[in-house]
């Protein structure tokens, strides 16, 4: 029975494994290609919405999720009788307790991860933010060698070093006058002095205002309009989402390490989430942005492209955690490699990305490290706790043994301790003839086979 068991949960580790993988490539792939389309296209109502209350909406509908699967995983175990008010408190309590806390660094890290994935995709092409987003391997080996105590072989410390050239090549500027900075852009801008030339300007860019009149917003409404990328700005903010993102990742499979009980990961998303929302509204939405939404509201440029990035972001942090619980490293390396050849292909068929010979060759360096650098020392740390994990202790029925070669059934492996248990003294045929206790320097005589207490006595007189 404990083989079977043991082979169903090996079936389920792969069927986890497989699933996040799959996941993982779907959801990189589709949020990138979304928050980049996002932030270029024509805005809904002639402005741009403000990326501090998506990241914001995106821990909620985040919560919403993890907390239903949550509410569901404990009403499984419970009887059919509790009342709701009891598994909402059972589930608040489990929330709430234990190392919880702990949570509180890596939801305020991961809240700054996002923030800085929509300035990078802002100013970068999917395609090349997907490339260069795979600098955060090198923040997870450091942080993993510092925190989690994990070595970096030679050859891994190659691979490295191989995909920080690869980046190097993919950010390599083309020359490309359609890629210039917003500070060229406006630089070249000319106010119009005229009638006609502000009939020319209208006509040439629809989505100008009567603001656009001023100084004030004429510089505005045309970097609305017409977007402009930045790669320095967007290069920044894709070490800075790699730090970030890289140093919550570590520390959260550091807690899952040290957490002294199992938790449900649905639970740990719960508490993630729960984090999150506070820095991301009362530090982005209210801070950061409180003037442009008491002006606007939350939902200024909002459309279904903008919620649908929020949704697939909220399914990409979910996938991330479980990926970190159920699949090792090297599944979530994949996934990634191959969600740089997806975004390639759509960059160029969507966005008419120009593939060069710098970013080809840099794309391929990066496949290659991303691929390759696999976590050796986590899957040994793994093997060793299931090694030491001592062997289950059958406990055996006292019966006679039998008299044919043939083994018991209920006789135990090899890898098994077995513990018997004697039988009661008063069942054998050793036993005592009475209960009674004896008295000092008298030896209780014991019944024999051949007779019992009294007919001994008897021949004796």
């Not at 589709?30 to 996002?38: A, I, K, W």
């Not at 442009?292 to 990035?309: C, L, P, R």
């Amino acid at each position: 029975m404990g083989e079977s068991a043991q082979r169903q949960s090996s079936g389920l580790g792969s069927v986890w494994k497989n699933l996040s993988w799959a996941l993982l490539t779907a959801q990189s792939t589709t949020f990138v290609l979304l928050l980049h389309y996002s932030r270029v296209m024509s805005p809904a109502g002639g402005k741009r919405y403000l990326t501090s209350t998506t990241v914001f909406f995106n821990e909620v509908a985040k919560l919403a999720i993890s907390l239903t699967m949550a509410l569901y995983e404990v009403s499984k175990t419970a009887p059919p009788s509790v009342p709701a008010t009891s598994l909402f408190f059972s589930l608040t309590t489990a929330i709430f307790s234990g190392d919880s806390w702990k949570l509180a660094i890596p939801a305020c890290l991961y809240t700054l991860a996002n923030s800085l994935q929509y300035i990078a995709l802002s100013n970068l092409q999917p395609a090349t933010f997907q490339a260069s987003y795979q600098l955060k391997l090198i923040v997870v080996a450091i942080f993993s060698l510092v925190l989690l105590k994990r070595s970096i072989p030679l050859r891994k410390l190659g691979l490295l070093i191989l995909l920080v050239a690869g980046v190097a090549l993919v950010q390599m500027p083309t020359g490309n006058p359609d890629d210039m900075s917003f500070h060229d852009e406006t630089a070249r801008l000319a106010f119009p002095r005229s009638l006609e030339e502000w009939k020319a300007a209208k006509l040439g860019r629809d989505n100008l205002h009567k603001r656009s009149a001023t100084y004030e917003g004429i510089e505005e409404d045309m970097m609305t309009a017409n977007p402009r990328l930045n790669a320095a700005v967007g290069l920044l903010a894709t070490v800075g989402a790699c730090l970030a993102s890289g140093l919550a990742s570590v520390y959260f499979e550091k807690v899952l390490l040290d957490s002294a009980k199992s938790t449900s990961l649905w639970i740990r998303n719960v508490q993630l989430a729960v984090y999150s929302i506070f820095p991301a509204l009362f530090i982005g939405v209210v801070f950061l942005d409180g003037e442009k939404v008491a002006v606007s509201g939350f939902f200024e440029g909002y459309n279904w492209i903008v919620w649908s990035t929020v949704l697939v972001q909220a399914i990409g942090g979910i996938a991330t955690s479980f990926c970190i619980g159920y699949a090792n490293r090297d599944s979530k390396n994949v996934a990634m490699a191959t969600s740089i050849v997806l975004t390639t292909l759509a960059s160029v068929w969507l966005f008419n990305f120009e593939l060069t010979a710098n970013f080809l060759l840099g794309s391929f360096a990066v496949l290659v490290a991303t691929c390759l650098s696999e976590d050796s020392s986590s899957v040994s740390a793994h093997a060793k706790r299931q090694v030491l994990r001592p062997p289950p202790i059958r406990v055996d029925r006292y019966e006679k043994e039998s008299k044919s070669g043939e083994a018991s059934p209920a006789s135990p492996s090899p890898n098994e301790i077995s513990i018997k248990l004697p039988g009661t003294p008063f069942l054998s045929d050793a036993g005592l003839s009475t209960s009674r206790p004896t008295s000092p320097g008298h030896v209780r005589v014991g019944r024999t086979p051949s007779g019992g207490y009294f007919d001994k006595h008897s021949r004796d007189h």
